[in-house]
T-cell receptor
């Protein structure tokens, strides 16, 4: 089964708009993390939300977690062209190892 | 700020050759991982390493793969006999505490011809 499936697969918005990306998963989790990847580059950690948390903020990022629906969303407010990247959610399964299980990602394009 | 480094940034090799990908994790980290990402696809877990031994490995991590932490700083991934389908970006990652964000290196792009 697939874990950490994001939607949409691709999102194109104008600078200044908000971008919302969603992630669904199948198993019980310890935590869920969002990462950003610029084209062909490494993964940059954005935010971690634990299974007992419902919402977390970091700068222009807002993450929500709904464990009853096994879903999470990442909101980027007031987007900038520099936010253009792929965004991945990754889960750490409860009772398992600390390995990350990644989704396929959302490719975000912010047009100036 | 400390960061994870990986060498080389790009490795080109012939099918059947052995490659060693190197990583220097952040010095106080205890948990280490290798992941790979085939072009255009999602990041896949290969292996986790803790307390000087493999703690978990995926189906991808077959007998052709091995990991070592030979000197307490470097963390290596060896592919004994590369196949075309091993072409991918390989990332190492690490973290300190059990529930913690993972810090990723910039990756090594492996191209098998």
């Amino acid at each position: 089964s697939q874990q950490g499936e994001e939607d949409p697969q691709a999102l194109s918005i104008q600078e200044g708009e908000n971008a919302t990306m969603n992630c669904s998963y199948k198993t019980s989790i310890n935590n869920l993390q969002w990462y950003r990847q610029n084209s062909g580059r490494g993964l940059v950690h954005l935010i971690l939300i634990r299974s007992n948390e419902r919402e977390k903020h970091s700068g222009r990022l807002r993450v929500t977690l709904d464990t009853s629906k096994k879903s999470s969303s990442l909101l980027i407010t007031a987007s900038r062209a520099a936010d253009t990247a792929s965004y991945f959610c990754a889960t750490v399964t409860q009772g398992g190892s600390e390995k990350l299980v990644f989704g396929k990602g959302t490719k975000l394009t912010v047009n100036p | 700020e400390p960061e994870v480094t990986q060498t080389p940034s790009h490795q080109v090799t012939q099918m059947g050759q052995e490659v060693i990908l190197r990583c220097v994790p952040i010095s106080n980290h205890l948990y280490f991982y290798w992941y790979r990402q085939i072009l255009g696809q999602k990041v896949e877990f290969l292996v986790s390493f803790y307390n000087n031994e493999i703690s978990e490995k995926s189906e991808i991590f077959d007998d052709q793969f091995s990991v070592e932490r030979p000197d307490g700083s470097n963390f290596t991934l060896k592919i004994r006999s590369t196949k075309l389908e091993d072409s991918a970006m390989y990332f190492c990652a690490g973290h300190l505490a059990e529930v913690d964000e993972q810090f990723f290196g910039p990756g090594t792009r492996l191209t098998v011809l």
